[in-house]
């Protein structure tokens, strides 16, 4: 029964915690965690999966190049 009382405990503290942006910030939002969205990682040239398999479809018909027989 502590157990659960003590994970319990735990799990409303750190959910406190992550809620503290959104209660006390007028229009409070969580920032974005996608790779496009950060500017540091724009500036060192690191894209995201998605957007790397896209831009290699532009440049070629296969995404992956086939090896010749």
Request: hydrophobic share 40%; glycine share 4%; proline share 0%.
């Amino acid at each position: 029964m502590k157990l659960l009382l003590l994970s319990t405990l735990i799990i409303a503290i750190g959910m406190a915690f992550l809620c503290v942006k959104l209660i006390f910030r007028k229009n409070g939002s969580f920032s974005s965690q996608h790779i496009h969205d950060s500017r540091a990682m724009r500036e060192r040239g690191i894209h995201c999966v998605m957007d790397q398999d896209r831009e290699m479809r532009r440049q070629s018909r296969f995404a992956v190049e086939e090896k010749s027989k």
